[in-house]
C-alpha cells in the first residue's frame, strides 16, 4: 500500500519512533513500512494540511481541514489518518475491521455498540423536553393540557413519519439517513433552547420527534443485520442506550440547565454532533456488509402462522405497547409534579428520582433480549407486563423512600419486555423489519403522546394523585399476552 500521507518532507529534525507511541501512531504502523520512509515521518500529526496537500487530494485547503474532511473517506488526508480526530481514526479502522467475511452469522458487536451509543446519544437529547417541562412551566406558566401537548407534538411526529420511513427503507435501505435525522434533532435543540413562544417550543418538540423517526428504522435494521442472529441480545444492546439515554438526560437537566438556565439546553447540540460522525461510519460498514451479502438468497420465512394469526398476534403486541406505554407516560411527563406535590420535594431532586425509575428501565431492557433469547418472547412479555402488578399498585400508598425503590423496581420489569415486542414482530413479519420497527417504536411514540395528552387532561380535571391511583392498573392488562403464539406454535410442533 502507497502511503497517502500528504505534506511529510521527511524534516532531518522529527525524531525517531519512541518506546511509548501514541494510540494514532500504533494504528499507523501497518502503513509506515509499505510507504518506504521511516516511521517517524509517518506519524499522524494533528495540524491543518499544507497547501500542497490539498491540491494532491484535489480539494481547497479549508474542505481538507479537520473538522469537514472526517466526514469524506475519499479524501487522501483522511484515508492516511492526517489530522482525523483520534476517536473517529479509532473508530474508523474498528468498523472496517469489525467482520472480515461481513457473514449475516457472524456478529459485529461493534456496529451494534456504535448504534447503541448513538441511540443514547438521540436519547438524551430527545429526553431534555421532558426533564425541563417543569423550567418550561414556570417560564410561559403553562397548564397540564399544554405540557401535555409538547409531548403529542414531540411522540405524534415521531409515531407518524417512523412507520413511512421504515417501508422506504425495506424497499431501499439508505443508512446515511442517520445522521440526517440527527441534524433534525440538533435544529429541534436549537429551537428549544432559544424559544421566546410557545408555538417554537412546540416545533422544536416536532424537529426532535422527526429526527427520532428518521433514527430508529434504519439503526434496527442495521443492528439485525450485525447481530449473528442474537436478535435479542443485539436488539437489548440497541435499546439500552436509548434508555440509558432517557435516564441520563433528567440528572443533565438537574445539574445543568436548572442551575443555568434554559438557554444550556443548547450546549448539547454537540452531542448531535458526536452522533452525526460515528452514524456516518455506521453506513459505511453496511455499505460494505451490502455489497459483500449482494449474492446471498434472502432467508426463509421464520413461522408457519396464517396470515390471520399474524394478524391477530400483530394487534396483541400493539394493545400490550398501549398498555405500556400509557402507564411510562405517567412516569415520563407527569412523575416529577407527582412527586413535587405529594412529597414537596424540589424540583432537582424530582429529576434525581426520575433518573432512579429510568435507570430501572435501562437495566430491565439490558435483560430482557438475554432472556427472550434463552426462555422465549412470550415468557418474558408475560412476566413483564403482569409481574410488575403488584409494585404499581402499593406505589400510591407508600412513603417517599418506598415510592424510590418501587419506582426502580416497576421500570426494571416493565422493560423487560421492550426489545423483546420489536425482536417478536419482526419475526411475525419476516422481510419488513425497518416497517416494523417503525411501526412499533412510532406506536410506542404515539400511543406515549396521546397517554400524555389524556392523562393531563385528567390531572387538570382532578388531581396528579388520581391519576397515580388509576395507572395502577393497567399493568393487569398483561393478561392478554397468553393469546400470542409460542414459538412451537409459530414453527409447526405441537
Known sequence: MTCLCPGFTGSPGLPRESAKM???????????????KSLALCRIERRPPRRDAAQRCGRSVVACLPLLAVFDSNCTCFRAGFAAPPFLTVLKRLMATSTASYSPAKASWIVVAALGLCHLLNDVMQSLLAAVYPLLRAEFALDFWQIGLLTFAFQITASILQPAIGVLTDRRPFPQSLPIGMASTLVGLLLLGFANSYPMLLTGAMLIGTGSAVFHPEASRIVRLASGGRFGTAQSIFQVGGNAGTAIGPLLAAFIVVPLGRPSIAWFALAALVG??????????YARWTRANAKRSALAAGHVLSRRQVIGAIGVLAFLVLAKETYNASFTSYYT???????????????????????????????????????????????????????????????????????????LITAASMPVIVVYAQ?????????????????????????????????????????????????????????LPGRADMLGRH
Open 337 to 411: 409534579f407527582f412527586l413535587i406535590e405529594r412529597f414537596g420535594v424540589a424540583t432537582q431532586m424530582s429529576q434525581i428520582l426520575l433518573f432512579v425509575y429510568l435507570a430501572g428501565m435501562a437495566m430491565g431492557v439490558m435483560v430482557g433480549g438475554p432472556l427472550a433469547d434463552r426462555l422465549g418472547a412470550r415468557t418474558v412479555i408475560w412476566v413483564s407486563m403482569l409481574g410488575a402488578l403488584p409494585f404499581t399498585l402499593l406505589l400510591p400508598h407508600a412513603g417517599l423512600v418506598m415510592t424510590t425503590g418501587l419506582s426502580a423496581i416497576i421500570g
Open 276 to 285: 452525526m460522525i460515528v452514524l456516518t461510519q455506521v453506513g459505511r460498514w
Open 427 to 483: 419475526e411475525l413479519v419476516p422481510g419488513r423489519v425497518g416497517m416494523v420497527a417503525g411501526i412499533f417504536f412510532g406506536l410506542a411514540f404515539g400511543l406515549g403522546g396521546i397517554a400524555a395528552a389524556v392523562l393531563g387532561v385528567v390531572a387538570d380535571a382532578t388531581s396528579i394523585e388520581f391519576v397515580y391511583g388509576l395507572c395502577a392498573f393497567i399493568p393487569a392488562l398483561g393478561i392478554m399476552a397468553a393469546l
Open 22 to 36: 501514541s494510540a494514532l501512531g500504533r494504528l499507523a504502523r501497518a502503513e509506515a513500512p509499505a510507504s518506504g
